[in-house]
């Protein structure tokens, strides 16, 4: 046993692990290509221990070398794509509800839909606008909210029948849209324009802006939106200040879903 990894036997964590990730830390946007010599002071270690985390790596595929100088290879992206491979809808969305929010300073959400509703999987709240409090697995009738809408556009005509012959479209505000027809209507607007607003459907006062999500595979798999209360924003301002970044955040969960091949959506079964 040598030097470096005498204290490993005993110690609560695997020292030669921590100093290889180390090493892969060290190169950076200002090093992207360094010397031994570099790397060594980089990271603190002797040049023995970093020659022999160096070439560990050039062997695995994670370091190239040219003899001289030391640089990663993109085999190294696997790193982090483990990683977003293997968490949620949620936790890929939340911290782009949350940058969304510092800009805009209203509450966002993301929705999958459950049969003919939605249910919150992920929110940033700045402030109670509802009479019922909103959290991670509230549920809406997506016939009559933002994010319902925007995912009832977007499903073949066979589901969307199925959806709508099991909403009662029962008026909940006092905008709600309660017949069939109109309701379509509407649909095929979100569709084509590619997002949805809703005045004080769901509830008086309530006012909410919607875009949909799409998988690497181009497939809707949530919506994500900004809700405010009327007395701050009308319809036409949302549709001026709120939806532009609105769009961008949609476009940024999409980027990381597709780098992500099979997150959980955080959807319930049908």
């Given at each position: 046993?040598?030097a470096?990894d005498?204290g ?7 020292q ?5 990730l180390?090493?892969?830390r ?13 790397v060594?002071r ?8 970093a020659r022999?985390?160096?070439h560990?790596?050039?062997h ?7 003899g001289?100088?030391f ?16 968490v949620?809808l949620p ?9 969304l929010?510092a ?6 959400s993301?929705?999958?839909?459950d049969g003919t509703d939605?249910?919150?999987v ?16 509230t ?8 994010m319902?809408?925007t995912?009832l ?5 066979d589901?969307l029948d199925?959806?709508?012959?099991g909403s009662?479209?029962?008026?909940l505000?006092?905008?709600?849209i309660?017949?069939?027809?109109a ?10 324009q ?5 005045d004080q ?7 909410s802006i919607?875009?949909?999500?799409r ?5 809707v798999?949530?919506?994500?939106n900004i809700?405010?209360?009327?007395s701050r ?6 549709r001026?200040r709120?939806l532009?970044?609105l ?7 999409e980027?990381?879903?597709?780098v ?7 959807a319930l079964?049908?």
């Open positions: 046993m040598n470096d005498a490993e036997a005993t110690s609560g964590h695997v030669s692990l921590a100093r290889g180390a090493v892969i060290a190169f950076d946007e200002a090093h992207p290509e360094m010397t031994l010599a570099e060594a980089a990271t603190e270690l002797s040049r023995a221990a022999r985390f160096l560990t790596l050039v695995l595929g994670y370091v190239w070398t040219d001289r100088v640089a990663l290879t993109p085999r190294v992206l696997e790193l982090g794509f483990a990683y977003l491979s293997s949620s936790e890929i969305a939340q911290p782009h509800l949350e940058a929010v800009e805009v300073h209203e509450s966002a993301v929705s999958v839909l939605i249910v919150y992920a929110r940033v709240p700045t402030s109670r606008i509802m009479t019922v409090s909103i959290n991670i697995g549920r809406f009738p997506a016939y009559a909210t933002s319902g809408r995912l556009a977007q499903l073949p005509a589901e199925e959806r709508l012959a009662d479209l029962a008026p505000g006092p905008n709600t309660t017949a069939e027809a309701l379509r209507a509407e649909l095929d607007r979100i569709r084509e590619g997002w949805a607003l809703v459907e769901l509830e008086a006062g309530l006012r919607a875009a949909p999500v998988d690497r595979s181009d497939r798999v949530a919506a994500v809700s405010s209360h009327a924003t009308t319809p036409d301002e949302a001026e709120l532009p970044p769009l961008d955040t949609a476009r940024r969960i980027a990381d879903l597709r992500a091949p099979n997150p959980r959506s955080g079964p049908r």
